[in-house]
């Protein structure tokens, strides 16, 4: 009978521990998808992770993607650029790679569209919205900064000084960034000024996406 209590006590005090475990790792769980959200990511996005790409469309650059992710704290600084046709899944990857370092690292992260920035920070500045501040500090300081669509658009003097404090200070920091653009790295150099380009290529590992637009899929043959 003794033994029974006992071991009606342990098997208890075990289900307790789980019950802790399981409420831990929801809690975690459901943390990490509200940091990604708040990341800037955009509601399209919030699904893309590693487990949803067709590694076998992109398989060089899948691998990249998820190997970065994994070592991110080791990573010392360095970043990558995805470019390559329109559709091939860069924002997919970068996307899966915020939201698998803020899972694995609790890593803060900035993603910002490049074009988002261009249009509307200048007339925050001017209407000294205190949120116009504060994407700059986010963007000059979280664990890693991801732009996408870089070299859209062109940008103002106003924006170029902004990239400019934003990419030399990471810089200096040994702060990561990840970009996506639709142009390869020789047309970036057209597109952005020389400062902010020549310090992105110095830490920025090129990754070409070439292939079909995935939205199309299922249209072409
Ligand atoms: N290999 C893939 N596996 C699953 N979904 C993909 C893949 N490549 C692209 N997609 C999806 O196709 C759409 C376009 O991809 P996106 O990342 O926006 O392309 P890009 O940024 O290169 O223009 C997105 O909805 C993305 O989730
Ligand atoms: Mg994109």
């Known amino acids: 009978m003794q033994d029974y209590l006992k071991q009606n006590h342990k098997l208890s005090e075990l289900k307790e521990q789980l019950q802790i475990i ?25 699904t893309a992770k590693f487990e949803n790409f067709e590694r076998q469309r992109m398989p060089k650059a899948y691998d990249i993607a998820l190997g970065y992710a994994e070592k991110f704290d080791k990573n010392d600084g360095e970043g990558l650029i995805f470019t390559g046709d329109v559709g091939t899944g860069k924002t997919h990857l970068a996307a899966a790679i915020a939201a698998e370092i803020i899972r694995k690292y609790s890593a803060t992260v900035e993603f910002v569209s490049y074009v988002e920035v261009l249009t509307n920070i200048k007339a925050a500045f001017s209407n000294h919205s205190e949120e116009a501040y504060m994407l ?54 057209e597109r952005l000024d020389y400062p902010v380009f020549s310090r992105l290529v110095a830490i920025c590992r090129a990754v070409e996406m070439r292939g079909i637009d995935y939205r199309m899929k299922d249209y072409l043959c």
């Open 136 to 189: 700059e500090e986010r963007m000059r300081k979280a664990d890693l900064l991801v732009i996408d669509d870089l070299g859209k658009e062109k940008p103002t003097p106003f924006t170029s000084e902004l990239f400019y404090r934003v990419v030399n200070g990471r810089y200096k920091d040994k702060l990561p960034m990840i970009i996506t653009s639709n142009y390869g790295v020789e047309s970036l150099s």
């Open 22 to 46: 399981q409420q831990r790792e929801d809690f975690q769980r459901k943390r990490a998808e509200k940091l990604f959200e708040e990341s800037g990511v955009g509601k399209r996005f919030l």
